[in-house]
C-alpha cells in the first residue's frame, strides 16, 4: 500500500534554533518527491522536488534530504525564523500512469516562538 | 513563476445553499486541475481530477452529484457544492501542473474556506 509517513506530528522550537523534520515512505515504483510549506489558511508552496538520483537539494534555509534505497526523507530548517511557522507537507509522486499519482504526508506543524 | 488563483477565499453561508467555487491558472494552460478538500490539522485529500473538455474522475467515496465539477476551459475548473450542509464545511484547494514543466510540480490556490451554518 502505498503510504507517506511524518513526523513529529508537531513541534516548538525557539527562532534562531535548526530542526528537522522527516518523511518516510512506501510509494512504488518512486517518481520523486517533494516538501510543501502551508501556512495556516494557504494553499501549499512548493519547497523542493527531489528525483531518484538525487540525495539532497536546498531552497535558503531549507534543505532536504533523500535515501532512495531507505526510502527516507528530511527537512532540515537552519536558523529558524518566526516565518517558519507552518505546516511541511512531504508529497511522494508515484511513475505511474493516470493523473492520482500524488500521496501526501499527513504533514508536521511546526511552531517557533520568540 | 506559474500562479494558481481561486475565488472566493471564503464563504459562509446558509444549509442548502450552492456555492461555486473558481480554480484559474494564471499563466499556463492547465488541461487537468486537481479538487482537494482538508480537515483541520490534517492533511489534503483529493477530491476528484478535473479534465479540459470532459467527465471528471471522482475519488472513491466523493458523490459526483454533491461536489460538481466542470473544467470547459484550459485555464478555468469549478467547483459547486449543491445543497451544501455543515457537514460540508471545510477548507477546499485546487491545484495544477504546468504542462511545459518537467516533473510536473504541483501548483496549488490558496483555498477556499466554506462554512456553512
Known amino acids: 500500500k502505498n503510504q507517506v509517513e511524518q513526523s513529529p506530528q508537531s513541534l516548538i522550537i525557539l527562532e534562531g534554533k535548526n530542526c528537522t523534520l522527516q518523511?518516510?515512505?512506501?510509494?512504488?515504483?518512486?517518481?520523486?518527491l517533494r516538501w510543501y510549506k502551508q501556512d495556516t489558511g494557504r494553499g501549499p508552496v512548493s519547497l523542493t522536488i527531489?528525483?531518484?538520483?538525487?540525495n539532497t537539494k536546498s531552497n535558503g534555509r531549507y534543505t532536504a534530504t533523500l535515501d532512495a534505497d531507505t526510502k527516507q526523507s528530511s527537512l532540515h530548517i537552519t536558523a529558524s525564523q518566526l516565518s517558519d511557522s507552518a505546516s511541511y507537507i512531504c508529497?511522494?509522486?508515484?511513475?505511474?500512469?493516470?493523473?492520482?499519482?500524488?500521496?501526501f504526508g499527513t504533514g508536521t506543524r511546526l511552531t517557533v516562538i520568540p | 513563476g506559474a500562479v494558481v488563483s481561486q475565488h472566493p477565499s471564503w464563504v459562509i453561508c446558509k444549509s442548502g445553499t450552492s456555492v461555486k467555487i473558481e480554480c484559474r491558472s494564471l499563466?499556463?494552460?492547465?488541461?487537468?486541475m486537481f479538487w482537494y478538500r482538508q480537515f483541520p490539522k490534517q492533511s489534503l485529500m483529493l477530491m476528484a481530477t478535473?479534465?479540459?473538455?470532459?467527465?471528471?474522475?471522482?475519488e472513491q467515496g466523493v458523490e459526483k452529484d454533491k461536489f460538481l465539477i466542470n473544467h470547459a476551459s484550459l485555464t478555468l475548473s469549478t467547483l459547486t457544492v449543491t445543497s451544501a450542509h455543515p457537514e460540508d464545511s471545510s477548507f477546499y484547494i485546487c491545484?495544477?501542473?504546468?504542462?511545459?514543466?518537467?516533473?510536473?510540480?504541483?501548483?496549488f490556490g490558496d483555498g477556499t474556506r466554506l462554512s456553512i451554518l
Open positions: 491545484s495544477a501542473s504546468h504542462p511545459g514543466q518537467f516533473y510536473q510540480p504541483q501548483h
Open positions: 518523511c518516510n515512505y512506501t510509494v512504488s515504483p518512486f517518481s520523486n
Open positions: 527531489m528525483t531518484f538520483s538525487e
Open positions: 508529497v511522494v509522486s508515484a511513475l505511474i500512469t493516470g493523473a492520482n499519482n500524488l500521496f
Open positions: 499563466d499556463f494552460q492547465a488541461t487537468t
Open positions: 478535473s479534465n479540459e473538455g470532459s467527465k471528471a474522475t471522482y
